[in-house]
Nanobody, 120 residues
Framework: QVQLVESGGGLVQPGGSLRLPCAAS????????MGWYRQATGKQRELVAT???????NYADSVKGRFTISRDNAKNTVYLQMNSLKPEDTAVYFCNAELDLGSGWYDDYWGQGTQVTVSS
């Protein structure tokens, strides 16, 4: 069974940092783009950052300069380093990955989400 498992969420004070890892496991032939999305209470899910298999990155304007996305292809893991956190970063953070399970095409998979709360 294929899974994306996030961890690293929690409560942090404004200005603090958190690092979110997300590991893909199961019978995976290839991984395409990976990314992080977030959903605050009462709001729609929004893109935070994405990274291609080649390492090209894309960020939401609201997190540019504060968040860094990276990946370790050997570990099938994507990371989100979040610095200078603000209360408006409070949300459930979801990992996303394009996975080829051997069919030759990529399907979207999602993790279960991890809560990040920024508050003093």
């Amino acid at each position: 069974q294929v899974q994306l498992v996030e961890s690293g969420g929690g409560l942090v004070q404004p200005g603090g940092s958190l690092r979110l890892p997300c590991a893909a496991s199961g019978s995976i032939f290839s991984i395409g783009a990976m990314g992080w999305y977030r959903q605050a209470t009462g709001k729609q899910r929004e893109l935070v950052a994405t990274i291609t298999s080649g390492g090209s990155t894309n960020y939401a304007d609201s997190v540019k300069g504060r968040f860094t996305i990276s990946r370790d292809n050997a570990k099938n893991t994507v990371y989100l380093q979040m610095n200078s956190l603000k209360p408006e970063d409070t949300a459930v953070y979801f990992c996303n990955a394009e996975l080829d399970l051997g069919s030759g095409w990529y399907d979207d998979y999602w993790g279960q989400g991890t809560q990040v709360t920024v508050s003093s």
